[in-house]
């Protein structure tokens, strides 16, 4: 029943937004697309997980979420995506979709801080 399950989410289609200055360029859309594909695929086949994982580069630990494999009695996981800090939100300003970007109003900064 878990199987049939499985794959009567994994057919489920998703609704892809994705949110570009870059919305006419349609191999620069498919890359975007086809990422958020892997996403939506990863989590409808459970096969996403959480990771606190060393950075080799600056010895600290990190949140890193992970797409996972079994192979046998054996997991291998490959490092997807790392989630924003709460401080570094503030950093990101959305695209409107025409080549310029949405200024955040000052209640959103609010928030944001």
């Known amino acids: 029943m878990d199987n049939e399950k499985n794959e009567e989410q994994a057919q489920q289609e998703a609704v892809l937004m994705v949110f ?5 360029d349609k191999q620069h859309m498919g890359v975007l697309q ?3 594909k892997m996403v939506y695929h990863t989590v409808l086949t459970n096969r ?24 046998g009695n054996s997991i291998n996981a ?7 800090k709460a401080e570094d939100v503030a950093k990101y300003i959305a695209p409107d979709g025409n080549g310029g970007w949405l200024e955040p109003t000052p209640e959103q900064v609010e928030v944001a801080l």
């Open 20 to 24: 570009s200055n870059h919305k006419d």
């Open 78 to 84: 490959f490092p997807l995506f790392l989630p924003l």
């Open 48 to 71: 996403l997980a959480v990771m606190q994982a060393k950075n080799s580069e600056t010895g600290e630990e990190e949140i890193v979420l992970v797409g996972v494999e079994q192979d």
């Open 34 to 36: 086809g990422l958020l």
